[in-house]
């Protein structure tokens, strides 16, 4: 029997937790409970380079303590990079990737070209294939993008395309927006958006609960879940904790670590009590 409510939180270890993960953690839990459905947590951690495992040790420690509890096995997705590769060859075979070799740099430089911003450069074409040929054979590392133009003549256009949002309703998808993803990272293999879809219909997630700072990546995993034939969950993107100085939470901003606030004494009662629970 498949569960009514299936969710998840999904953090990537390359850092401590703050209390903006406290809240997306505890609003997806509750929301599992309220529904008498499941809660797993997901560890996303492709980026090897930054992720660590002393952050993964603390995630598990952070969470228990402010009173979660999660399915085990947990899926860590540098476990399952062949079901990433398979989603990959999928889409490649249909025609729907091409190589970019543009380093960091180059693009920046483009966008700040572009008479019409960054939307230009990233609505790419494929190279010239004597050119392509000539960059792989001197071993130039390559990432690789969705084809917007591509995947809509594969849809006859994103016109159907849509996701229920709890808080809005039926959204149309706008994949375009977020012009021609990157799906395979030059360093990775893999990018967070084809991770992110291929794990949420393997576990069977049937809530993704996560933070309105996700709302732009939903409209880009509705159109992956399309092309690849995947169900699509329905959404609830909540809104973004914010410290008493108005700004968000944020790992590069230096929050405060949970493990900082469980140091100076505070009670994960009196967390859920501030963040109001
Ligand atoms: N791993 C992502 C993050 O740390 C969240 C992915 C998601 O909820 O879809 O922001």
Do not use: N
Request: proline share 5%; net charge neutral.
């Amino acid at each position: 029997m498949t569960a009514a409510f299936v969710t998840r939180f999904a953090p990537s270890p390359t850092g401590y937790l703050h209390r903006g993960h406290a809240f997306s953690a505890l609003v997806a839990f509750e929301a599992a409970q309220a529904a008498g459905g499941r809660f797993i947590l997901r560890i996303e951690d492709i980026d090897r380079t930054r992720c660590r495992p002393e952050y993964e040790a603390a995630t598990y420690e952070d969470l228990a303590w402010i009173g979660l509890a999660w399915e085990q096995p947990v899926r860590r997705q540098s476990e399952h990079m062949d079901d990433y590769q398979r989603a990959l060859d999928r889409l490649a075979a249909d025609g729907l990737l091409y190589r970019c070799f543009r380093t960091r740099r180059e693009i920046a430089e483009e966008i700040a070209r572009a008479p019409h911003g960054a939307m230009e450069v990233f609505r790419g074409a494929p190279l010239a294939a004597e050119d392509e040929a000539r960059r792989l054979a001197a071993g130039e590392p390559f990432a690789w993008r969705l084809s917007l133009a591509a995947a809509a003549r594969r849809l006859g256009g994103f016109d159907g395309l849509a996701f229920v949002d709890e808080g809005r309703g039926t959204v149309p998808a706008r994949p375009e927006l977020g012009g021609d993803v990157v799906l395979a990272r030059k360093d990775v293999g893999v990018a967070y958006h084809l991770a992110v879809v291929v794990d949420d219909a393997l576990q069977g997630i049937t809530h993704v609960i996560r933070g309105e700072d996700l709302f732009e990546a939903t409209h880009v995993q509705r159109l992956l879940q399309a092309l690849l034939g995947l169900p699509t969950p329905v959404y609830r993107h909540h809104r973004l904790l914010t410290a008493p100085d108005g700004r968000r939470y944020a790992k590069r901003d230096r929050a405060e670590t949970l493990r900082e606030l469980r140091a100076r004494g505070m009670s994960p009662a009196e967390l859920r009590r501030e963040m109001g629970f």
